[in-house]
């Protein structure tokens, strides 16, 4: 058993007590555990037979981590044979990472369902970053939405600051320089008034995003 990361460039800064590549074969082992990396990680050798693996950590332990939450069971026939790993499912918990845009009246609404009806919320932390538009129908489910996210996961944050009140009027148009990204904003007003051109629509929050310090 070793522990620490391996030697490589696809690891480089990352390394911590560092390991060969090839440090079962130059060692003559079978098998060699390793443990450092939160991930299950499976590490072909000579030939391609895999005589070093990491487990990663029974449970995840952090958002964003892929492939964690297991054990690995390991059978070696004879000495010299091709170790048989088998991963095999231990973690409970389910660390969801939710990210979700704002482009129009409703879309929160729409995100709160997909929140109400995510599966096994009792063993679930969730991470919402919210980005785009706060439309003032919609600014009474946001100020209720850490209080749902409270009550049904084991643990939640929002991260909203990313979001722009919505125009209440046209008078942010007035304020864009001269030229063309005024003229831009004009021909899209116009063009939005029409409900079906959704393209338009969004265009034009994009445009207003970007004049309020956003990115479109």
């Known amino acids: 058993m070793a522990h620490g990361s391996l030697q490589s460039p696809l ?31 499976e590490i072909p050798g000579r030939g391609g037979v895999v005589r070093m693996a990491y487990s990663g950590t029974p449970e995840p332990t952090n958002f964003g981590e892929a492939d964690s939450g297991y054990v690995l069971l390991v059978d070696i026939e004879a000495h010299g044979a091709p170790p048989h790993i088998e991963r095999r499912k231990t ?20 995100l709160i369902k997909t929140v109400k009806q995510r599966q096994n919320s009792c063993t679930t932390l969730v991470k919402l970053q919210l980005t785009g538009v706060l439309f003032t129908a919609d600014a009474g489910l946001l100020e209720d939405l850490p209080d749902l996210l409270a009550e049904r996961f084991l643990y939640s944050q929002i991260n909203d600051s990313a979001l722009i009140p919505a125009p209440e009027d046209d008078s942010w148009i007035n304020n864009l320089p001269d030229g063309s990204i005024r003229e831009a904003a004009e021909r899209l007003k116009r063009s939005a008034h029409d409900e079906m051109n959704i393209v338009a629509r969004r265009a034009l929050l994009d445009l207003y995003r970007f004049a309020n310090g956003g990115v479109a």
């Open 11 to 41: 690891w480089e800064g990352q390394q911590n007590h560092p390991i060969a590549m090839d440090a079962a074969q130059r060692s003559e082992l079978d098998y060699l555990a390793l443990g450092d990396w939160h991930s299950a990680k």
């Open 91 to 110: 973690g409970e918990l389910e660390w969801w990472n939710l990210a979700q845009e704002i482009r129009e009246a409703g879309d929160l609404g729409r």
